[in-house]
């Protein structure tokens, strides 16, 4: 299985910065097959990001996604206080799915 | 409005039998692909496998292969996720979403389920 490993754990921000998540994976992810998926307390994830770099319906501007192969990054280019959660990406590619294990984002 | 609903919050004894259900509707729901994840209170997310309700062809994470069982019933658009013999380490949050192919992106998300299961 693609062993998906996220970075920072935790990042805690002032809205207006720019945040910068990190996702690597332990072999090439096939197709470029990475989405990223916020979840706020108490709600199911909600879908950002797919096939590494398309925004998914209603995801506003500010989130970005690029990479390719093994590095992919998710950029919030200016954080809203809306913006909290946890931030998870996950590969579709492989037979088997997997999933990061979150970056959480506090906007202070 | 895509919709994926999910039933209620269950609360079982280990070695009981378990069934939720997850229902889409606006969209045409033998033409898309129900994955379910699981997260574990405080935890990360789990791929638990993927259903095509068009002809039932299932797939399963290794993880809960033989754990679980995923069907589904075409005539009420409803999914459904089954144990037996449930054990205290099932006990997590349960999310249906939907795809549009075997190897594409979960775009919506049920509310998700909580079982829990007692010692």
């Known amino acids: 299985d693609i062993v998906l490993t996220q970075s920072p754990g935790t990042l805690s921000l002032s809205p207006g910065e720019r945040a910068i998540l990190s996702c690597r994976a332990s072999q090439s992810v096939p197709s470029n097959s990475l989405a990223w998926f916020q979840q706020k307390p108490g709600q199911a994830p909600r879908l950002l990001i797919y096939g590494a770099s398309l925004r998914a319906a209603g995801t506003p501007q500010r989130f970005s996604g690029s990479g390719s192969g093994t590095d992919f990054t998710l950029f919030i280019s200016r954080l809203e206080p809306e913006d909290y959660g946890v931030f998870y990406c996950?590969?579709?590619?492989?037979?088997?799915?997997?999933f990061g294990p979150g970056t959480k984002v506090d906007v202070k | 409005e895509v919709q994926l609903v999910q039933s209620g919050a269950e609360l079982k004894k280990s070695g009981e039998s378990v069934t939720i259900s997850c229902k889409g509707s606006g969209y045409s729901f033998n033409n898309y692909y129900i994955g379910w994840v699981r997260q574990v209170p405080g935890k990360g997310l789990e791929w638990m496998g993927l259903i095509f309700p068009g002809d039932s062809d299932t797939t399963y994470s290794p993880t809960f292969q033989g754990r679980v069982t995923l069907s589904v019933d075409k005539s009420f658009s409803t999914a459904y996720l089954h144990w037996n013999n449930l054990q205290a380490s099932d006990t997590a949050l349960y999310f249906c979403?939907?795809?549009?192919?075997?190897?594409?992106?979960?775009?919506?998300w049920g509310q998700g389920t909580l079982v829990t299961v007692s010692s």
């Open positions: 979403a939907r795809a549009d192919g075997f190897r594409d992106v979960f775009d919506y």
């Open positions: 996950q590969q579709y590619g492989d037979s088997v799915f997997t």
